[in-house]
Nanobody
Framework: QVRLVESGGGSVQAGGSLRLSCAAS????????MGWFRRAPGKEREGVAT????????YYADSVKGRFTIPRDNAKNTVYLQMNSLKPEDTDMYYC???????????????????WGQGTQVTVSS
């Protein structure tokens, strides 16, 4: 069974940084579209960042552009979310997702992703 395991969440003050990791076990992540989503209680799920299999193209929510990056290491079947200049509004549960790559469709359409992690909490205090 495929598993996506996130790590790296925690609490940080505004302006600080965190790096989330998502390791894909029993799954070849090198040919798959991977991404990070977030959702706070009572809010809609939001696409944060995604990356194509080659790593050549990445996509970001407007709210995180210039602050977050999403590198991947295909040799380790791992994708990261480097979060800098964190703001209190970034407080959320962050989920890793993976799915087959295909052209077309919205970059943050959750239906493109077959597998989801359990989530890791990020809390940013002011």
């Amino acid at each position: 069974q495929v598993r996506l395991v996130e790590s790296g969440g925690g609490s940080v003050q505004a302006g600080g940084s965190l790096r989330l990791s998502c390791a894909a076990s029993r799954y070849s992540g090198s040919s798959n579209y991977m991404g990070w989503f977030r959702r706070a209680p009572g809010k809609e799920r939001e696409g944060v960042a995604t990356i194509v299999p080659s790593g050549f193209s990445t996509y970001y929510a407007d709210s995180v552009k210039g602050r977050f990056t999403i590198p991947r290491d295909n040799a380790k079947n791992t994708v990261y979310l480097q979060m800098n200049s964190l703001k209190p509004e970034d407080t959320d549960m962050y989920y890793c997702a993976a799915g087959p790559w295909s052209f077309g469709g919205a970059w943050d359409d959750a239906r493109r992703f077959n597998f989801w992690g359990q989530g890791t909490q990020v809390t940013v205090s002011s």
